[in-house]
């Protein structure tokens, strides 16, 4: 039985729209008999605000009055207005405005605030006909010169409906970020383990059936408080389109056509239900999402993106096209120099921008866990494939760059392996005497299963540069920064079937300025 069940359509058919879309750039449209009449609530999946600026931020929304339904609006532009003001209360109304939901985007707004205050705290809402979306509140980054004594922000990753309560973004909520790095799967496309709850229907691979997925997430009451609470900056990893998947290859899809159609629809979805600026549009072919900002002197953050450009996976079975841990002297691709993470446009900006800003500390936001981990006992080195570990060439392009320009101060911060991971990043991978060039703290998951308890304790004695591995804990990563101290807490729930789960932190770490390597705190 699915978690959802949709219900009948809730909209007034024709009573639409009701200004003309000239002003949104739409062209012609049709225009409505009356100003939209709604039978639910069209702001049931919430608002969200994202890529903060110092002068702006990203405010999202979506009208779905029933959204798992897809006729439940008509295919018309609607009007929504929008307000931004410096109180709770909506009453000092310092920007407003208007913006067309278009058919053709899910009927999604994404409106980019600009000429507000910078290191500012901001409250928005919307408003369509009679209905008035929830009160959601942004903040303006500090410019980048600005001096800045503290920062307070989470990351997490791997939020898997089926498998648990989100919960973790209520906790998150409470310690009070300055806003939210979410590192990959924001949804799942697949379903495995023994549920608590369901996705809407079967694995998606149309745009309808992953605009589902999405609302269906976006329905979740801590997804939605926690998006309300803060900005939002995001990356992808796999799930949001398919298991495992390379730019346009597929571990289930072997026609690459058939699978291009599902990236693409994937590629839509994500962006009608993100809070991302209008430069990260989906064009047709791809959606940019690798983005580079500073907050003030104090930090500046690199947001990467490790799918869409990629090579694939190297050394994959004659069974599935999906990662796998392999003994490199078995896998000629592992050497190939010209293989790529980020492909030449992603690798020319991290080269061009990175690090320029003499900020205090430099961040590099990955879906995947940058440090090396050897995964075969014995004298062999085992990589695991769908990772930094089996893009070699990629990997030590980046490390070349922070070693011969002397970066001081680089955290790398992942998810993706539903474990947490805390290490010294290593000029050699291979000699654990030698410089530590980046520190890594890795999330586990909000929700997402993992069984490698056994496997990882096992492994670690042959990689004594990882300080730190636990799987058995569902979870997010709050980090506390000053320009003397980075602190990460490794925040932990008892129990994630149960939505009143009791946080703690499990773990916390200090990489002191100057002195790269996490430390236990």
């Keep these: 039985m699915p978690f959802y069940q949709p219900s009948r359509r809730t909209l007034l058919r024709g009573a639409a729209l009701w200004a003309a879309a000239s002003a949104a750039g739409l062209g012609p449209v049709k225009r409505a008999l009356a100003a939209p009449v709604f039978l639910n609530d069209p702001f049931q999946l919430g608002v969200a605000s994202g890529d903060p600026v110092a002068d702006g931020f ?60 910078p290191h500012h705290q901001y409250y928005y809402r919307f408003h369509c006909g009679p209905a008035v979306s929830r ?77 589902a997925y999405h609302a269906a997430y976006k329905m979740d009451p801590d997804l939605q408080a926690a998006h309300a609470h803060c900005p939002w900056f995001v990356t992808w990893d796999d799930h949001e389109v398919a298991n495992d998947y390379s730019r346009n290859e597929s571990e289930t899809m072997p026609d690459p056509k058939e699978f291009l159609a599902r990236k693409l629809a994937a590629y839509k979805a994500y962006y009608e239900h993100m809070p991302l600026r209008p430069y990260a549009a989906f064009d047709g072919s791809q959606l940019s999402l690798y983005q580079r900002f500073y907050f003030g002197d104090l930090a500046e953050f690199n947001i990467t993106d490790g799918r869409q450009y990629r090579d694939p996976i190297p050394c994959q079975s004659p069974e599935k096209k999906a990662g796998r841990v392999v003994d490199i002297a078995e896998c000629a691709e592992y050497f190939d120099p010209n293989r790529t993470m980020f492909g030449k446009a992603q690798e020319t900006w991290m080269k061009n921008g990175f690090a320029k800003s003499n900020t205090a500390w430099n961040v590099l936001a990955h879906a995947l866990m940058f440090t090396s981990f050897d995964q075969i006992l014995g004298p062999q080195r085992g990589v695991f494939t769908d990772s930094w570990g089996g893009y070699p060439s990629a990997r030590r392009k980046l490390l070349d760059m922070i070693k011969q320009r002397n970066i001081p101060n680089v955290v790398t911060l992942a998810g993706d392996i539903h474990s947490f991971f805390v290490s010294d990043v290593k000029d050699n991978e291979t000699d654990p005497a ?26 670690l004695p042959e990689n004594p540069h990882i300080k730190f591995c636990d799987d058995t804990r569902r979870g997010y990563v709050m980090c506390d920064v000053t320009k003397d101290t980075w602190r990460t807490d490794l925040r932990v729930v008892d129990n994630v079937r149960v939505r009143e789960g009791v946080f703690s932190t499990m773990k916390s770490f200090v990489v002191e300025n100057g002195k790269p390597g996490p430390q236990a705190a």
Excluded at 69 to 79: K, M, R, V
Excluded at 446 to 454: L, R
């Design 58 to 117: 990203v405010i999202w929304t979506r009208l779905a009055p029933d959204p798992f339904d897809p006729e439940a609006l008509p295919p018309e532009a609607i009007q929504v207005a929008w307000e931004v003001a410096t109180d709770e209360a909506m009453k000092k109304i310092v920007a407003r405005g208007n913006v067309m939901a278009r058919p053709d985007m899910a009927h999604s707004v994404h409106v980019d605030v600009r000429g507000l205050a």
């Design 434 to 459: 030698s410089a530590t060039l980046m520190s890594e703290f890795v999330g586990t998951s909000i929700s997402s299963e993992s069984f490698n308890t056994k496997l990882f304790n096992s492994l």
């Design 135 to 211: 009160t959601g509140r942004a903040l303006t980054l500090p410019t980048p010169r600005m001096p800045v004594d503290r920062l307070r922000f989470a990351f997490a990753s791997c939020s898997h409906l089926e498998q648990g309560y989100f919960t973790a973004y209520r906790d998150m909520m409470k310690q009070d970020p300055a806003f939210m790095l979410h590192l990959g799967d924001y949804i799942y496309e697949s379903s495995w383990g023994t549920p608590v709850r369901h996705h809407p229907g079967p694995e998606p691979v149309t745009l309808e059936g992953y605009r």
